[in-house]
């Protein structure tokens, strides 16, 4: 994961925000930090020692203080946050938009958007009563706490009830990196195979619902949902499964329910 493959290194990610009527409000790049440091050079012939530097314990520490930070943040303005995950092309976005356009007039929501570039799914998303924020990662496969804080300290959530993070399409990282969230939705399309929850339980084991999405392709694709929903119950067997389609509509009333009704 990137905890060990370093892609978890302070890097700059920027901001862009879209306003409710849809409209390009501002910007902002925010810069990693850069760490003085020395190196020790050995003499060729002496043999250098071997040391074990516990990188991954401090990046997820600092994580997880600024994230209990957001929570608070939720908490104290009323705000259900929740951090929707899955591979890319599960259909997070579709189903941000089919959501907005039957909830937004209702329940003021905001939406977080990331992705490592291009400002594709804000766009898709401006102008459906709802305020979004785009987030360009760079060259890092998840948002964390950090860019949350940052957000939401923009104003990315004033006056919000329900706040929806469309995580960077991943199946791996996001799932270590706490952002403040109420809770977390994994999305699981019928395009993607049925043994993916075997193939990546951490990420589903840590949500308390997971979304069968694209179910109008199910037969198009062979898709066995009896087993598929098997596998999800083996390694988290805890979490509610609902069928829909963003696209015709399918199994969307329940999704919205679950969102009226927490």
């Given at each position: 994961?990137?905890l060990?493959?370093?892609?978890?290194?302070?890097?700059?990610?920027s901001?862009?925000a879209f306003d409710?009527?849809?409209?390009?409000?501002d910007?902002?790049?925010a810069?990693g930090?850069?760490?003085?440091h020395?190196?020790d050079?050995?003499?060729p012939?002496?043999?250098?020692?071997?040391?074990s530097?516990?990188?991954?314990q401090?990046?997820?520490?600092?994580?997880?203080?600024i994230?209990?930070?957001?929570?608070?943040?939720?908490?104290?303005?009323?705000?259900?946050?929740i951090?929707?995950?899955?591979?890319?092309?599960?259909?997070?976005t579709?189903l941000?938009?089919?959501?907005?356009d039957?909830?937004?007039?209702?329940?003021?929501a905001?939406?977080i958007?990331g992705?490592?570039?291009?400002l594709?799914?804000a766009?898709?998303l401006?102008?459906?009563?709802?305020?979004?924020?785009?987030i360009?990662?760079?060259?890092?496969?998840?948002?964390?706490?950090?860019?949350?804080a940052?957000?939401?300290?923009g104003?990315?959530?004033?006056?919000?009830?329900?706040?929806?993070?469309?995580n960077?399409g991943n199946?791996?990282c996001?799932?270590?990196?706490?952002?403040?969230?109420?809770?977390?939705?994994?999305?699981f399309?019928?395009?993607e195979?049925?043994d993916?929850?075997l193939?990546?339980p951490?990420?589903?084991?840590?949500?308390?619902l997971?979304?069968?999405?694209?179910?109008?392709l199910a037969?198009?694709?062979?898709?066995?949902?009896?087993a598929?929903?098997?596998?999800?119950?083996?390694?988290?067997p805890d979490?509610?499964?609902?069928?829909?389609?963003?696209?015709t509509?399918?199994?969307?009333?329940?999704?919205?329910?679950y969102?009226?009704?927490p």
């Open positions: 994961m990137c060990e493959c370093g892609c978890n290194r302070p890097e700059g990610f901001l862009h409710r009527e849809g409209n390009l409000a910007h902002e790049h810069q930090h850069d760490h003085g020395t190196h050079h050995p003499h012939d002496a043999e250098a020692p071997h040391r530097i516990p990188i991954a401090a990046v997820l520490t600092e994580n997880d203080r994230a209990e930070r957001n929570r608070g943040f939720f908490l104290g303005r009323g705000i259900r946050a951090n929707l995950m899955s591979s890319p092309g599960a259909g997070k579709t941000v938009a089919a959501t907005l039957r909830l937004a007039t209702t329940t003021p905001a939406v958007v992705d490592l570039q291009t594709n799914d766009e898709r401006r102008g459906r009563g709802a305020p979004v924020v785009q360009n990662t760079g060259s890092l496969c998840h948002l964390d706490a950090s860019m949350i940052r957000a939401i300290g104003g990315a959530a004033d006056g919000a009830r329900l706040l929806l993070i469309e960077v199946l791996v996001p799932a270590a990196f706490d952002l403040g969230e109420n809770e977390r939705v994994a999305l399309s019928v395009t195979g049925e993916k929850p193939k990546y951490s990420l589903f084991q840590t949500v308390r997971v979304l069968l999405t694209k179910i109008d037969a198009a694709t062979g898709f066995d949902r009896p598929a929903e098997e596998n999800i119950r083996r390694v988290a979490a509610q499964i609902f069928a829909l389609s963003a696209r509509g399918e199994g969307i009333d329940r999704w919205l329910d969102l009226r009704h």
